[in-house]
């Protein structure tokens, strides 16, 4: 197991305050947001493509607050007009007045909800599409340094939290404004000196808000930063469910567990005691204005300064007074996390796709000649792997790369299909140095058969069809031939249309590589690189592959790379790397006649194989 649990680094920002729910396992590491300006101006001009929904959320937005507005007012006006000196029939009629506020109200704000939800969502939809889209672009060496889970985690957790405070903040920040600003005005022209005593508590409100926020925040990102461990740790104790049970570790490994899963327990109770306390005091600051409000109106009252309408008026409007405040310090917290969401989304938005600058090209067929001249390269600057390398493929050959583990045999496959760039030489193909095609057009001439034979979730067809999307079935079905796989699609209780992944079959090493196979036989590319192909599968499997390599190889440049010197001794030119730099080439035989590393390579595996059996 390696010693940093991938998903450690994938936790997240603060929940919400008063209860709200901190966000799901890996989310955000940096909750502040660094350059909060440009990212909102850029998360608006997505939600701005959505106008037409965007302005009807303001218009019913503005709508249901000054309904809310006018609730309260009536009110007063019914007790100091009918209920006092007793008009019944006005009385009704305050009555249904009311209820109808009240009734558009609750349509008003369900109207405005389901509108908002929808130009969020659809607004987070695009931002989740062009980042998967950006996803694809990115060069192999971004892939290298980003870990899996946190790459899903911005696609997942970081956009969520950008919904959820779209969902909720946009319209809440509008309303809190509006009820703000018009309760105050009624307010001040209901009364000037109550209106007084109904801010008194106000600075009460502001500070206890921020003093609970701050707090929680602390305490919130120290829970996601727990939740993130426990992740990183089940992640890892789920993907290394063979080695656990194969060293009978479970029993140890639900131990670590548990320490680990008590201290989020342990954060998220602390997190969740200092939120919950925001509801609370707000009550006991709101029921302290109640009072403060009630008792002076009431003197005010009995000495006739104002009317009991106007106490009930000015009660009401106190309430609504305050809560926008302690929506506003709510709101604070959900908006900076998923402005740190978004920073993170635009972040990798913003890296300069592996395509960009080039023209698409329509590259004929090649010959498939590959020369490498003196070719230097590092993935890191300062650690060069290759050093000066240096060979020619004449087109249909097979070319076999051999030596120790670590010696870069990999990577000049590497910088063939352009995943890395060298560093020093050139690669030609057909003459052209591979730096002047479109990486598309030099990849749409490369098939590569891969150690670790990857199938998609969907049907072997569909697997299949993945060498070229506009082949035929028939076309589908000759390349499996080909590839010797036929037999078992036909064993498959759906053939071809049976599901593989998730849900469905799952195919042993073998036969996947099969499927690779014959996908790249689709494909048909002028150079194919082979990567270890028949490492792991038993005899019979492997005669198998290695005839639908040779099906596939003929005609074509191709790269192969493997341990076991008995499956490239055809080959028409075996490279031995060594210490960065091609150590000896030649065929088997004139490799064996030089009595170099080769030979001694060679005589070893094969002493291996015969005490082996
Ligand atoms: N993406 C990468 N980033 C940094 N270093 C890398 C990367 N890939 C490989 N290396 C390093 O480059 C060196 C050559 O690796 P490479 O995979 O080419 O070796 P190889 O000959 O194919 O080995 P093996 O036979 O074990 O597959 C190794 O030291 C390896 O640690």
């Not at 405005?112 to 599409?129: G, H, I, K």
């Not at 939740?227 to 639900?254: D, P, T």
Request: proline share 3%; net charge neutral.
């Amino acid at each position: 197991m390696s010693s940093q649990r991938k998903g450690e680094q994938a936790h997240g920002g603060p929940g919400v305050l008063g209860g709200g729910p901190p966000g799901r396992v890996g989310v955000v590491p940096k909750v502040r947001p660094k350059n909060s300006k440009a990212t909102i101006l850029r998360i608006w001009s997505y939600l701005n493509r959505q106008r037409t929904g965007l302005i009807m959320v303001y218009v019913f937005t503005i709508l249901n607050a000054v309904l809310a507005l006018i609730g309260p007012y009536l009110l007063g006006k019914a007790i100091d007009t009918a209920i006092l000196p007793q008009d019944y029939s006005l009385l009704v009629r305050f009555c249904l007045l009311l209820g109808g506020i009240y009734l558009l109200g609750s349509a008003v704000s369900w109207v405005q909800a389901y509108v908002m939800t929808s130009v969020s969502q659809r607004t987070v939809y695009e931002l989740r599409r062009d980042l998967f889209a950006k996803y694809q672009e990115l060069p192999v060496s971004f892939f290298d340094t980003h870990a899996n889970g946190e790459l899903m985690s911005r696609a997942t957790n970081d956009i969520d939290n950008v919904s959820n405070s779209l969902n909720q903040s946009v319209t809440q920040l509008l309303n809190s404004l509006i009820t703000l600003s018009g309760s105050l005005v009624i307010m001040l022209m209901l009364n000037v000196p109550l209106t007084g005593v109904a801010l008194v508590t106000i600075p009460l409100v502001v500070l206890a808000s921020r003093r609970i926020t701050g707090l929680s925040r602390i305490y919130f990102k120290d829970q996601q930063q727990h939740l993130g461990e426990l992740n990183g740790f089940i992640e890892e104790a789920v993907s290394g469910q063979k080695v656990i049970k194969q060293y009978r570790r479970e029993q140890a490994e639900v131990t670590r567990f548990r320490g680990i899963s008590g201290e989020l327990n342990q954060a998220s109770i602390k997190a969740q005691i200092v939120s919950g306390l925001v509801g609370p005091v707000m009550n006991l600051i709101n029921n302290l204005n109640f009072a403060l409000i009630a008792g002076i109106g009431g003197w005010m009252a009995y000495h006739e300064l104002v009317t009991v309408g106007v106490i009930v008026s000015m009660l009401n409007y106190a309430k609504q007074f305050g809560r926008p405040i302690s929506d506003l310090a709510n709101q604070y917290n959900l908006i900076q996390s998923a402005i740190a969401g978004a920073e993170r989304v635009f972040e990798v938005m913003d890296m300069s796709s592996e395509y960009s600058g080039e023209q698409p090209q329509d590259l004929e067929r090649i010959r498939g000649e590959v020369v490498f001249r003196d070719v230097v390269f590092g993935y890191k600057p300062g650690a060069p792997i290759l050093n000066g390398v240096s060979f020619t493929a004449q087109p249909g050959e097979t070319i076999a790369l051999v030596g120790p583990t670590g010696a870069g045999k990999t990577t000049i496959v590497n910088l063939l299909t352009r995943f890395y760039e060298v560093s020093g030489g050139e690669v030609l193909i057909d003459g052209r140095d591979i730096r002047e095609l479109g990486k598309n057009e030099l990849r749409r001439q490369l098939g590569m058969v891969l150690q670790d034979a990857h199938v998609f979730s969907g049907t072997i067809r569909e697997n299949i069809r993945f060498g070229r999307l506009e082949a035929t079935d028939r076309e589908v079905e000759e390349a499996a031939n080909l590839a010797n796989v036929s037999g078992f699609i036909a064993r498959m209780p759906q053939g071809y249309d049976t599901l593989l992944g998730t849900d469905g079959t799952t195919l042993s090493h073998g036969q996947r590589q099969l499927l690779t196979i014959a996908r790249a036989i689709l494909a048909d590319p002028a150079i194919l690189i082979l990567d270890e192909a028949t490492s792991s599968v038993d005899t019979r499997t492997e005669m198998h592959i290695q005839q639908a390599m040779r099906t596939l190889m003929k005609g074509r440049t191709s790269f192969v790379i493997a341990h076991r010197l008995s499956t490239i001794q055809d080959a028409d030119r075996i490279l031995v790397i060594q210490g960065g730099q091609i150590a000896e080439q030649g065929s088997h035989s004139q490799l064996l006649a030089l009595q170099g590393i080769y030979a001694e390579l060679y005589n070893s595996q094969f002493k291996q194989a015969f005490e082996a059996g």
